[in-house]
């Protein structure tokens, strides 16, 4: 099972201590979005958990528990948004050069190649053009180069609450041209960095400009790092290729203000005066007596590190070991046979 901390608000920047709470304690509970008297028990120890997506625009305060994470067993993936706009449409979110700081010391612990810069949205203001854009990118890539080598982006998209902020003048998306104009700039400029480019949930195509579309969490990545994965049922949005995770966030509890969010739709007082506990099983809220707590587990299968461990130890004995792979089929592999195993190889 993959954790995601989280698409629906930021746990690392306002969330980080109730998160190692949870993690010691072996669980959480989740409040579904839709069915709101259903609250899911989480499964949050390394048995049923391969890895854990932190999503966020201030990774800082997760710094400090990296180590205590790792030794939990649990393998952290982050996604770290870094824009190029100010306080007028993101007031709480920290400087970016404080947050490039500590993407460094992130990569630095788990590796680059489990940290992703996102570049999201692009969008317009008053006063911002093309060339606005031109001058910040590159000015990111350098500094983003120095902890990643993955930069996924896209367009604003307008619907729901953004509706009004758009029609307002406070921004808007780009147009056509502006979007193209800007494929090709990003590509320039994220290639003299060394860093990929690829878009998220666009319909617009741009390979012809050399960009791919990915997934954040996507199934290459997951099988790169050899983390068993499942493709997702249902995508969160149009376009996602990301795969299959239990995110374990709760709507209206950001404090960042991004006047572009769509996570959010409780108005700003009203968020900043909920209170929250470091020791609640849930991210906000309690359970009531009218709820139906519904227990999410992980899977029965091994990730990688447990299953060569799990075929030392077999190797002393008789027995067989079964593992669940992207394929959705169970690969059988005992310690006479290790080439029946596509992931994992066995020395004899």
Known sequence: MIICASRR??????????????????????????????????????????????????????????????????????????????????????????????????????GRDRIAWRYDPVLFAPGMSPGYHERKFRMLCAEASQWTDRCIFSFLDVYGKLVGAVASGAFRAPTRAEAEDFCRMAVRTASDYGIALSSCCETMDMTRFGIEPRGCFDSA??????????????????????????????????????????????????????????????????????DRVVDMGGRDAFRLDDFRRRINNIRHGDGEAWISWPSSSSVWASPWMPSRCPYARVSP
Not at 13 to 21: D, G, I, K, V
Not at 48 to 68: G, Q, S
Request: net charge neutral.
């Open 9 to 110: 608000t930021d746990i690392p920047a306002f969330h980080s201590e109730w998160m190692m709470n949870r993690l010691r304690a072996g669980y959480c509970l989740v409040r579904n979005p839709v069915s709101r008297t259903t609250v899911h028990r989480v499964d949050l120890t390394r048995r049923a958990v391969d890895c854990i997506e932190f999503v966020t625009k201030d990774p800082r305060p997760m710094v400090p528990h990296l180590r205590e994470i790792g030794a939990m067993g649990h393998m952290s993936l982050f996604q770290v948004t870094l824009t190029p706009y100010g306080r007028d449409l993101e007031p709480g979110v920290p400087f970016k050069a404080d947050i490039s700081d500590a993407c460094v010391e992130i990569a630095g612990r788990i």
């Open 221 to 290: 990545l997951m099988r790169s790092l050899n983390i068993p994965y499942e493709a997702q049922d249902a995508p969160i949005r149009e376009g996602c290729r990301c795969v299959r995770s239990i995110d374990i966030g709760e709507y209206d509890t950001c404090a960042h203000g991004c006047v572009y969010c769509y996570a959010n739709r409780a108005d700003p007082t009203r968020r900043m005066s909920r209170m929250y506990s470091d020791d609640s099983e849930l991210l906000w809220g309690a359970v009531m007596p009218r």
